[in-house]
């Protein structure tokens, strides 16, 4: 352990980067002050050292301390920041009781994320064309959704079969992974650009066994990132759930179907057809006039007292046909990983590619994609899938 603050003599002085420091200790759910017992350092010079611009010196011992310390390998310290990942250009679903230690988790694993898009298409040459348009940010959420719509290639007026697929093939990258160190930290989904020039849009969602929650999730975040790119109002979660609302059911066909008596049994074919929850239905149909405050309270009541036969859930928590559809799974990333390294990349190689993150967090990330049948091989391009690699 450190045992001394004299700086480290000229020839023995390596540099680490204080926001490597910082990530490495909030993801591993860690105060800075236990940090800087740990390493017997004052608290002062470790509040230096993680909220350095560049860089900081330490000796060869400081640095195999905090790899100890943080369970990270010393080459991650010593790489500089890839992704630019500003707190205010985060957007999320949390809730209001999350702590600042898990909002700056939230960032660690968006610079993750940053980081690997760009690792891997500096690798793979590949140019995904993004589609996503830039629209006035006083442009209204319902005229932003159909926009979207008709920018990414789907109709106007249709249910989206596919969500993810389609934002992927919009040049979204999404991933799918627990990205929180503590189970409290229950936010569903976080969205942000990255790049030199803000032109790489990312979603991370957080897992779930629910397909109406990642659906919904998903559209809320392209309603940040087409509304919300520059600068987060303090409306921003309003505007982005009517986004949502407005992208995965147009108001002018749900307007044509909403039936004539609004229960829970005659919304259900429409849930399905749609490809969203009750709750989503109700809340377009309360939006859209098509359902009364007190028959919306109703609905929700409703929603709370039945329960699922045999489990007992109510459907608030688990509404019908919630076995109706799979959870969608991103696989973008997966792919492009597939085909710039072939058969010649795995978990350990390809965290060693990214700065030596671990692979504990790197692993997440691709098991959050969509998964392959076993023994899978893509014949036409002789790619074997990074799954059937794990050393």
Same mark, same amino acid.
């Given at each position: ?14 540099? !680490? *980067? ?8 909030? =993801?591993?759910?860690l ?11 004052g ?22 301390? &905090?790899?100890? @310390? ?5 080459? *991650?310290?010593?790489?500089? /920041? @890839? ?6 250009g ?19 694993w ?30 209204s ?14 109709? @106007? ?9 389609? =934002?992927?093939?919009?040049? !979204? *990258? ?7 160190? +503590? ?6 989904? !976080? ?9 790489h849009p990312?979603?991370?969602?957080r897992?779930s ?16 990132? $087409?509304?919300? %790119?520059?600068?987060?109002? +303090?409306?921003?979660?309003?505007a ?7 992208f995965l ?17 005659? &919304? ?5 057809k749609?490809?969203?929850? =009750? ?10 006039? =098509?359902? /009364? $405050?007190? %028959? ?9 007292? %039945? ?5 007992? %859930? ?17 696989? &973008? ?7 710039? *390294? ?5 978990? +350990? ?12 967090? !790197? ?19 002789n $790619?074997?899938?990074i ?5």
């Open positions: 352990m450190i045992t001394t603050l004299e700086r480290p003599p000229l020839s023995d002085r390596l540099r !680490v *980067y204080g926001s490597r420091v910082k990530d490495a200790r909030v =993801l591993e759910g105060r800075a002050g236990s940090v800087a017992e740990a390493l017997q350092i608290a002062t010079r470790y509040s230096r050292l993680e909220a350095a611009g560049t860089s900081s010196p330490v000796s060869r011992e400081e640095l195999a301390a &905090l790899s100890d @310390v943080l369970h990270f390998d010393e080459d *991650y310290f010593l790489s500089p /920041t @890839v992704t630019v990942v500003e707190r205010t985060l957007c999320f679903r949390a809730k209001k009781s999350m702590t600042r230690l898990q909002e700056d988790q939230i960032g660690a968006a610079r993750l994320c940053g980081e690997l898009v760009h690792t891997v298409l500096a690798g793979s040459g590949d140019s995904i064309k993004m589609l996503l348009p830039q629209l006035d940010p006083r442009t959420p319902q005229l932003a959704a159909l926009t979207v719509r008709d920018a990414i290639g789907l109709t @106007v007026d249709g249910p989206i079969a596919q969500l993810t697929r389609s =934002l992927e093939r919009a040049g !979204v *990258y999404i991933f799918s992974a627990e990205f929180a160190a +503590e189970a409290a930290a229950r936010h569903d989904a !976080v969205s942000l650009w990255v790049g030199e020039a803000k032109q990312i979603v991370m969602v897992a066994d629910s397909w109406e929650r990642t659906r919904m999730s998903l559209a809320h975040e392209v309603g940040h990132l $087409v509304l919300h %790119r520059y600068s987060k109002p +303090e409306d921003a979660e309003d982005a759930f009517a986004f949502a609302g407005e059911m147009p108001s002018q066909q749900i307007e044509k179907e909403w039936p004539s008596h609004a229960t829970l049994e005659s &919304l259900l074919p429409m849930k399905l749609w490809g969203v929850s =009750l709750s989503a239905l109700i809340e377009q149909g309360h939006r859209l006039g =098509l359902l /009364t $405050v007190e %028959r919306r309270r109703s609905l929700y009541k409703q929603l709370s007292a %039945r329960r699922q036969y045999p489990s007992g %859930r109510t459907w608030r928590e688990q509404e019908p046909g919630f076995d109706q559809r799979e959870v969608e799974k991103p696989l &973008l990333i997966t792919r492009l990983i597939e085909r710039a *390294y072939a058969g010649n990349i795995s978990i +350990e190689t390809l965290r060693r590619m990214i700065s030596s993150w671990p692979a504990r967090y !790197v692993s997440p990330l691709i098991e959050g994609q969509f998964r392959p049948p076993a023994g899978h091989i893509n014949s036409s391009e $790619v074997t899938s799954f059937a690699r794990t050393g």
